[in-house]
């Protein structure tokens, strides 16, 4: 494995594999948890580095042996734009459930003591969450039930 493309490949993969891992734990359980995100901030900044490498590495006259690398390579980048996008609205989705146009109404809410903020914290916030990791997350698209 002394193909640096690979390397990057596996490593790009992995991170991100993990990330999809925890995330399916996480919103199976219903408890959202920081290890997800940051797993997953770090497979969009691993993509973001390994295409940047693959393409100064190509630059330089080590082109990857087939063409086809390149969808593997900006694949992570395209797939992370669109969950992005998707998360925006998901979280927007659950605020209009909730009665409220925008994140910063509900934030007016809170801070006026509209809303209760533990409430807010175990309800709405977690809601909001748990939509976004089942957006990132393969195969998730709605929340878990609770009963």
């Known amino acids: 494995m002394s193909d640096p493309y690979v390397v990057g490949a596996v490593i790009t993969g992995a991170i991100n594999g993990a990330a999809a891992v925890v995330g399916a734990i996480e919103w199976a359980l219903g408890r959202p948890?920081?290890?997800?995100?940051?797993?997953?901030?770090?497979?969009?900044?691993?993509?973001?580095?390994?295409?940047?490498?693959?393409?100064?590495?190509?630059?330089?006259?080590?082109?990857?042996?087939?063409?086809?690398?390149?969808?593997?390579?900006?694949?992570?980048?395209?797939?992370?734009?669109f969950a992005e996008q998707l998360r925006v609205v998901a979280a927007q989705t659950v605020l209009e459930k909730h009665g409220y146009g925008s994140a910063a109404e509900l934030r007016e809410s809170v801070d006026a003591g509209q809303v209760d903020r533990e409430s807010f914290v175990t309800g709405i916030a977690n809601e909001v969450v748990l939509r976004e990791v089942a957006v990132i997350v393969p195969g998730r698209r709605k929340a878990p039930e609770r009963g």
């Open 33 to 81: 948890n920081l290890l997800f995100w940051i797993l997953a901030r770090a497979g969009q900044l691993a993509g973001a580095v390994y295409a940047a490498f693959a393409g100064i590495y190509s630059l330089t006259g080590t082109a990857p042996k087939d063409a086809l690398a390149w969808v593997y390579i900006l694949t992570p980048i395209a797939v992370g734009y």
